[in-house]
Structure formats: structure tokens, C-alpha cells
């Protein structure tokens, strides 16, 4: 069965800074392809934050441009984001996300995965 994991979310200040991991791990995993985080802040729809493919090329919503990192480790199958200079507005339960494929090299079947969030709240 293939899980992802969030892990690093919490309460910081306006200002501050954290670090979000996932984990992808499972029986049979042929490859992780792109990688991603997502937020959803109450009453509002979950939002696309950043994507890294598998051989690292990155992508960003224009509200977190020069604040957030996504960055990867194949040998581990683990998705970081870096957020720094954070604000009220980036508060919301982070989700992991990845397309994953599972099987052998003839028989392979590959879809999305989802975590189960983590909570980020940036407050004074």
C-alpha cells in the first residue's frame, strides 16, 4: 500500500519560517514521478503551491514566488517546502502530493496520491 506522510507543520509567527516534508513509501513502487504541495484554508478551495518533477525542474503559484522552495531526494522518495518570510495568509492544512507509479516494469499502473495535510498557522 502506498502512503505519503506529512510531517513539520505547526504555529510560527508572521515572519517566521518552516520546513514541510512527505515521505512516499510502499510495496512496489516503480517510480515517483512529479511531487507537489497543495493548501486549503477554511471556506476556501485547496490551491496548487509548488510542483518538482523527477528530474527537478519547479513550479510555483505567484504568491509564494521567492518565499517557498520545493525541493526533492529520490533515494528517500521525499517532497520538502522551505517556507520563509511567512505569512497570515499562507495559514492552511498543507497537503502532499505525488504520481506514483506501482508494479513492475511490464505492468506498471501509475495515479495521484494525497496525504493527509498538515496545519500551518502563522499568527502573532
Known amino acids: 500500500q502506498v502512503q505519503l506522510v506529512e510531517s513539520g507543520g505547526g504555529l510560527v509567527q508572521p515572519g517566521g519560517s518552516l520546513r514541510l516534508s512527505c515521505a512516499a513509501s510502499?510495496?512496489?513502487?516503480?517510480?515517483?514521478?512529479?511531487m507537489g504541495w497543495y493548501r486549503q484554508a477554511p471556506g476556501k478551495e485547496r490551491e496548487l503551491v509548488a510542483t518538482?518533477?523527477?528530474?527537478?525542474?519547479?513550479k510555483y503559484v505567484e504568491n509564494v514566488k521567492g518565499r517557498f522552495t520545493i525541493s526533492r531526494d529520490n533515494a528517500k522518495n521525499t517532497v520538502y517546502l522551505q517556507m520563509n518570510s511567512l505569512k497570515a495568509e499562507d495559514s492552511a492544512v498543507y497537503y502532499c502530493?505525488?504520481?506514483?507509479?506501482?508494479?513492475?516494469?511490464?505492468?506498471?499502473?501509475?495515479?495521484?496520491?494525497w496525504g493527509k495535510g498538515t496545519l500551518v498557522t502563522v499568527s502573532a
Open positions: 502530493n505525488a504520481f506514483i507509479a506501482v508494479g513492475g516494469e511490464r505492468d506498471y499502473i501509475g495515479r495521484d496520491y
Open positions: 510502499g510495496r512496489n513502487i516503480f517510480r515517483v514521478d512529479t
Open positions: 518538482i518533477t523527477s528530474g527537478g525542474v519547479k
